[in-house]
């Protein structure tokens, strides 16, 4: 898989991060390196493998369904940068 | 040309646990803004999750109860995005081995059965809510909803027509109360569609290209905004246009959709298992456990209600609309065994018509099934009309005279007369007053006879039974 200068920039963009032209090169160049790695791993055949899922070869331990928090939001929002009538308040957005 | 139009739906159920499906916080509607969202639920530094054993419970119980597979082990994704209402910047969900896989529900349409097939339903996290109104030109952010579990249930694009679409939307509906696993509140948000709608040729089997329209919150707006949009589609394509794959919403107030946005501004997830979770392992033997708990399903009932009460397909169905119906008409059959028929028609009658009229559930209803039957007693055993019943049942709605039946029927004078000698007396009574039409009557005038009836029917102030003055007149007139 070839990757391309646009490749990197629609993927900086998906990550909100901010490439200059020469930063594009540079990532691109350590992207392909990585994805010629990834080239060379596919060849191993895996077909008789199963997919891991997670490093430990341990099941997920469940909760029983209690509520166990109670109201923390005034210490919550002590740290926040800015709050109104209970809502944590950011730049605007809409999609 | 021919158009058909083809539909999927994937519906967000938010599953009825008591806390989050990561966190110990509660998941009660209405709360003050932010005070049931937890160091978890904000992301802040350092947190894990740790998976309520409630949601997987539902979402195993819906698998079984549509015929899926239970995937064990099942797998947890991260789905990444930014938005300011997700503050981990993506959210839990499931991509490969979600909890339910396959399955099928079973719709009718008029008259005709249908099965759509589910491709699947995994578990994932709701995020929070943005509000956009004036804070000095920023968002107002309420993280309470964030991490409420949900169960994201998709079909296979199996459904022709808004029809369908609704009938699997409702009967889908109704299931996930019947078994306990979401409230269903439409309203709070607790059950929402989206649908991918397409139109082709019809008899083609190369699907168009779809559209995917977003938080119907009701039956209404679901079929709707299929009809607007398969017109749309159809419009464009008679014009020689192409469709383009875009996600958009419906305007109620306008009853159109409209973009919201293209596939090419689509976001890319990048889905990749959740490294904070384990493989989520489902023994045999919950699953079994679980079976156990698990009602009587509404289809079962409504074949039990067919072979066993000999009621007609339509009855069956609108009785197992939902399981609290369906429990009033069997606790009213109970009591009277062989009329389930007289009982089908009064709870699907008086009793919802009256429900709908005042629009409470039938939970609240102010007749219960065993007063109900007492008075469907009395109609079957000629106590008193069908007619005079429905004055009965005003009054044991209106709660009067502790809603005893008998003490209402005496206390109204509604009891039928079905005395023979007193009925004969006032045919006798009819019949030499009126020898212009007995004349009439013995010259073929079928509408003479009519009048008849309904004359001794007035003398009885309608509480004869019109079967027995029917026989009775005939027997006079033709001897």
Redesign the interface.
Known sequence: MTLSANDVKAIADLAYIEVNEGEVQATLSQLTDIFDLIETMQAVDTSSVEPMSHAQDVAQRLREDEVTESDQRESNQSVAPQVEAGLYLVPKVIE | MQWEIVIGIETHAQLS???KIF????TAYGA????????VD?ALPGVLP???????ERAIKLGLSVGAKINS?S?FARK?Y???DLPKGYQISQF??PVVEGGHITIQVNDTEKSVRLTRAHLEEDAGK???ED?????????NRAGTPLLEIVTEPDMRSSAEAVAYAKKLHSLVRWIGICDGNMQEGSFRCDANVSVRAKGSDILGTRCEIKNLNSFRFLEKAIDFEARRQIEILEDGGTIRQETRLYDANKDETRTM?SKEDA??Y?YF?D?D?????ISDNWINQLKDTLPELPEARRSRYISDFGLSDYDAAVLTGSREIADFFEETSAQLPNQAKLCANWVMGEISGRLNKEAIEITACPINPVHLAALLTRINDGTVSGKAAKTVFECMWNGELEQNVDAIIDAKGLKQISDDGAIEKLVDEVLAANAQQVEDYRNGKQKAFNSLVGQVMKATKGKANPAQVNTMLKNKLDS
């Open positions: 646990t008591q806390s966190s110990g916080s509660s003050q803004p932010n005070t049931q969202a937890n160091a904000l740790v998976l309520n054993k409630g949601a997987v082990p797998i990444n930014f938005y300011p490969e081995l943005s509000l956009h804070f000095h030109g920023m968002s107002g952010i309420d993280l946005r976001n890319d990048r298992p490294p979770l384990l493989p989520l392992e």
